[in-house]
């Protein structure tokens, strides 16, 4: 029997979507990437769904997912103006 885990998802606060003052954005190459969800577990917004769908507008641009990569399958893309 595999445990079901609890996890919260970012909505609209009243300073809005958090996303627009991001500097940097994660970028997934799927060529690289082995699906292991590390990225999905270690982001502390909980951006990355189960697909590893990258909720832009929510996510802050830390980096931690590209960090914790075991296959550095996510690079961190500087936003444009």
Not at 34 to 39: D, S
């Amino acid at each position: 029997m595999s445990a079901k885990v609890a996890i919260s998802r970012p909505i609209e606060g009243a300073s809005g979507k958090t996303g627009s003052w991001r500097t940097f954005r994660p970028v997934i190459d799927r060529e690289t990437c082995n699906e292991c969800g590390l990225c999905a577990m270690y982001c502390p917004d909980g951006v990355i769904d189960g697909d590893l769908k990258i909720d832009l507008d929510f996510c802050k641009g830390c980096g931690i997912c590209a960090r914790e990569c075991p296959k550095n399958a996510i690079k961190m893309i500087r936003e444009e103006e």
